[in-house]
């Protein structure tokens, strides 16, 4: 799948470690703050992670359901961020909803995954075709380090251009 010219860009920049760090800070500090992290991106699918510590611990020695949201956005945000980077017109994107299931309880490194990079990227097209506001639900599943499903959110995201 084809990445927009500017979006080579976007991606160049999130596939540097420094740059990415750089990105965090700036853009997303409570996301650097709480340890997320992105392990991996391409057009098809994006792997944000988090592990366990301190600072986003909750009094059940777990993970805090917040961090993981935070990760868990973030490997669908970054898949339209992507598409969206440098476009004109420009494209608003907002979570207009967020729901998540828990399954076992947050330790250790959690990594969360998004494959629907093709369907956000189809809804980013319509929307700057037809102008008009564009809803995608998408999800990402967090899995712990011994394969076992810890969590599923489900974001909507709508995208429109701006005219």
């Not at 991606?11 to 750089?22: C, Q, S």
């Not at 909803?97 to 969360?112: H, P, Q, V």
């Not at 999800?139 to 712990?144: H, K, L, N, R």
Request: glycine residues 4%; proline residues 3%; aromatic residues 10%.
């Amino acid at each position: 799948m084809e990445i927009h010219p500017e979006g080579k860009i976007f991606f160049n920049l999130i596939n540097n470690r420094f740059k990415l760090k750089l990105l965090l800070i700036s853009k997303l500090p409570l996301a650097f703050l709480a340890g997320v992290n992105l392990e991996s991106v391409n057009t098809k699918e994006a792997i944000a992670t988090i592990k366990y510590k301190w600072i986003n611990k909750n009094p059940f020695r777990s993970i805090y359901f917040a961090a993981l949201s935070m990760a868990a956005e973030l490997s669908t945000g970054v898949l339209a961020m992507m598409h969206l980077y440098g476009r004109k017109p420009a494209i608003s994107m907002l979570v207009v909803a967020n729901t998540a299931e828990f399954y076992k309880k947050a330790t250790g490194k959690i990594s969360f995954t998004c494959h629907e990079g093709k369907e956000i990227k189809n809804a980013i097209e319509n929307s700057v075709k037809t102008l008009e506001p564009q809803i995608i639900t998408v999800s990402s599943i967090g899995i712990d380090e011994n394969g076992d499903a810890i969590a599923k959110f489900t974001f909507t995201w709508s995208f429109k251009a701006k005219t």
